[in-house]
């Protein structure tokens, strides 16, 4: 049987102390198979982004079992944790994250380099061309539109060839058009390269091109926790 990409129960997680604590996660079971790609809806203020958090092992759950390409993050270290994520799991976020006195070729080599990838700039520069900026590779962040700063983040993503491509709110801060092409370009990758795609979205247009839509609603799943059926075999 194939491992499933995304394995959750029970998923418990609290932020703040005394009176400012939030329960954010309230027992969340999940499950995503290994290919599938995944949009997870809900209001503002309903856990979606700290569940996308903890899927990445940026926030640690206070209780229940996180199991991510087979293995268990809870028990891991700070450094496992870190070196687990820079193998396994990519990640891009609304706002980028760029170095800005980094060129777009170092922002996405150095990551690279710190993970002892001997060819980083060589891999670099091909995951820039495969996102359509092989003619900006010197250019740095600030030379760059918004739309190709997310795809350098995007390739600085997608460089390490992660088995799961976590995406919070990926078109957030884009114009409708530019943010369509990110979209394309997001899950053309995703199916060239078969991996698992979970994104974050108020875009209820972007949710829709994903496989399957999770709802999460005051820290709980209200609909979509186990995978679309032609998945479901492969993430027994």
Do not use: W
Not at 119 to 129: I, P, Y
Not at 181 to 201: C, H, K, N, P, Y
Not at 205 to 221: D, N, Y
């Amino acid at each position: 049987m194939a491992e499933a990409a995304v394995r959750l129960r029970n998923v418990q997680l609290t932020l703040g102390t005394g009176r400012s604590a939030v329960h954010v996660l309230k027992g969340i079971d999940l499950d995503v198979a290994r290919g599938e790609s995944v949009g997870i809806v809900g209001p503002s203020g309903s856990g979606k982004s700290t569940l996308l958090m903890v899927l990445a092992g940026l926030e640690r759950a206070d209780d229940g079992l996180v199991e991510i390409a087979g293995q268990a993050l809870g028990p891991m270290s700070e450094d496992q944790l870190a070196a687990f994520r820079g193998r396994h799991v990519g990640i891009v976020f609304q706002s980028f994250h760029l170095i800005p006195n980094m060129t777009a070729l170092e922002n996405v080599a150095v990551p690279l380099e710190l993970a002892g990838v001997p060819d980083a700039f060589v891999r670099a520069e091909r995951e820039l061309a495969a996102v359509g900026l092989g003619q900006r590779v010197t250019h740095y962040p600030g030379e760059l539109s918004g739309g190709e700063q997310q795809r350098v983040a995007l390739a600085r993503a997608l460089a390490p060839e992660p088995d799961i491509l976590i995406a919070d709110e990926p078109t957030g801060n884009l114009d409708g058009e530019t943010g369509a092409q990110v979209a394309d370009l997001l899950f053309s990758e995703q199916a060239r390269r078969g991996m698992t795609l979970i994104l974050v979205t108020h875009d209820r247009t972007l949710a829709a091109r994903c496989g399957r839509e999770v709802a999460v609603r005051s820290g709980v799943i209200e609909r979509g926790s186990a995978p679309a059926a032609k998945f479901a075999e492969a993430a027994q």
